[in-house]
């Protein structure tokens, strides 16, 4: 595959990031353009490995080699049509993916990897451009009709699989537009909309239905619902952020990340935002409580918002700067992640617990810590915290952004109406087949995993595509 030499000559290049100073000031990508020929240079360090551990990285089993061989040799018509025989939307993965496939890269032993996310996302982009992406409609229609309910990329994999495989979908989505949290969760710096636009675009032409602004089980019964659709897939994703209830939790000025980050998409997609108090990050000390990829979001956008101060704080301790010991190739590595968000201006603290947020005529205003050690017990079990005595220390906090993940998907209206069986953690509960407690009823994506990623909903998107055309068909299903 690729150059059977080429990981040996030719060393790993990605897209430079546009200079802070500069980004910072808009919304739009962190990257700068990166040249058609690059990136087919690039495919050519994908080495003939004989096991591809790649594959095995990657949820959705996409076929890397193979599509890094067609573009080392400008083969672009093949490279789009293996791109997609694993994954509906490769522009989505190829631009937030954290590239599991890269962290099991066989180069990547001692080497740096392939850069596959970079390659995935000029294929992609190339296909666009050439007109290689085109509606796919289905040749045959089978009269049934299934209702997908949550246009995260769970329900757009899912809907745009059953459309294909000729059954009348309907996707639901309660918010004004859909995308679910690649539209109102990741910033446009990560993910600009009009890429979501495009493949939805697509769909539509395929022959799907949107329904945005019904709230199922709210505004549209759950009656109304089973009378209409002969199946039902539930992508509703995980949305019951994880509060803080410590002293002071009442006060103006605590916010859960995603009100804060989807009234900025929202502000940013032209949505009317009169009827909303607004969360703001401008000129003021903001703290971020939670260590993820959620708080490193909120770091970005209050940066670009005109935050006095941003700083994020974590429970946890710090990670180690190089792949720990514990997560050896070709798992995933347990390391320190310096995100885009962390380079634009913000102070990171691990290892602090939150005692109380202060405040003044109701608004927060200092938020109380203490630092922690976390020692590894003598018995081997999990390291527990210890509060270090005489380490409390005050943060001026005048926007707090609560990120500390999201708790299980939100239970009234919908899921209580359909009286889906949920598993321990508070999930809709599935089967092997994606199958709930309720006959002809299915789930896939957050809802059925927890909180998650994008690669992995598009993968449960898809399989319970299948699941569910095979289960309408009485038989073996057509889809992949
Ligand atoms: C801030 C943030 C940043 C993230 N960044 C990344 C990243 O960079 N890379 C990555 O891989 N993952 C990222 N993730 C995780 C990723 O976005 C999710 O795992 C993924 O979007 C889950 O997809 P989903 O389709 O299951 O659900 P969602 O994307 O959550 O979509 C669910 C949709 O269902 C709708 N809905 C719910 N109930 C109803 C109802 N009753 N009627 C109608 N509609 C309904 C919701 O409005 C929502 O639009 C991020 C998550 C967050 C919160």
Redesign the pocket.
């Known amino acids: 595959m690729g150059k059977i030499t080429g990981f040996i000559e030719i060393e790993r290049v990605t897209p430079s990031l546009r200079p802070v100073a500069e980004r910072i000031t808009d919304w739009d990508s962190l990257y700068q353009p990166f040249a058609r020929e690059r990136i087919q240079e690039q495919a050519a360090r994908c080495m003939d490995c004989g096991i591809p551990f790649c594959h095995n990285g990657c949820t959705l089993g996409n076929l890397i080699p193979q599509w890094n061989d067609w573009v080392y040799k400008g083969e672009w018509a093949l490279a789009v049509e293996t791109l997609h025989r694993t994954n509906n939307f490769p522009e989505f ?1 190829g631009h ?3 590239a599991l496939c890269e962290a099991s890269c066989v180069v990547g032993i001692n080497r740096e990897a392939v850069s596959i996310r970079q390659i995935e996302r000029t294929i992609v982009e190339e296909g666009f451009a050439r007109g290689l992406i085109v509606p796919r409609p289905a040749k045959v229609l089978s009269g049934k009709r299934v209702a997908v ?8 994999a899912a809907a745009q699989q059953l459309t294909r495989a000729g059954h009348s979908v309907t996707l ?4 004004r537009k859909a ?8 910033p446009n710096f ?1 993910l600009e909309k009009q890429i979501i636009d495009r493949r939805l675009q697509q769909m539509i032409e395929e022959g799907l239905t949107i329904r945005t602004g ?5 505004d549209f019964s759950v009656e109304q619902l089973r009378q209409e659709y002969a199946a039902i897939l539930l ?5 019951q952020p994880r509060d803080l209830p410590i002293p002071g939790r009442e006060l103006r000025g605590i916010h859960y ?2 009100d804060f ?1 989807g009234q900025q998409n929202r502000r940013l997609g032209g949505e009317d935002l009169a009827n909303e108090v607004a969360i703001v990050a401008t000129n003021r000390h903001v703290v971020v409580i939670g260590g993820g ?2 708080g490193a ?1 909120c770091v970005g956008t209050s940066v670009r918002q005109g935050a006095k101060s941003v700083t994020q704080i974590e429970l946890l301790p710090k990670p180690p700067k190089d792949r720990s010991p514990e997560t050896p190739w070709p798992l995933w590595p347990i390391q320190l992640r310096t995100s885009t968000s962390h380079m634009e201006g913000c102070t990171q603290e691990w290892s602090i617990l939150t005692k109380g947020f202060e405040g003044e005529e109701g608004q927060v205003k200092r938020l109380h810590c203490v630092r922690l050690n976390w020692p590894e017990p003598e018995d081997g079990g999990r390291p527990g915290m210890v509060e270090i005595p005489g380490s409390e220390f005050v943060l001026s906090a005048e926007l707090v952004l609560l990120a500390m993940g ?1 708790v299980a998907p ?1 239970k009234g ?2 899921l209580e109406g359909l009286g889906v069986a949920l598993d321990a953690r508070g999930n809709v509960q599935v089967d092997g087949g994606y199958a709930t407690s309720v006959e002809g009823v299915f789930a ?4 059925a995993t927890g ?7 598009i993968h ?2 898809r399989q319970a595509a299948k699941a569910i055309d095979g289960w309408l068909r009485g038989g073996a299903s057509v889809l992949p």
């Open positions: 993965t937030v993916c954290p309910i949550g246009s995260g990329p769970a329900g757009m639901f989505e309660k918010a995308g679910g949290l690649l539209r109102y969760g990741i990560k019904v709230n199922v089980g709210v992508t509703g994703g995980s949305e990340a995603m980050l990829d959620t979001d999201f939100v209206g919908l896939a994506g957050d809802m909180q998650s990623l994008v690669l992995k909903a449960g998107g």
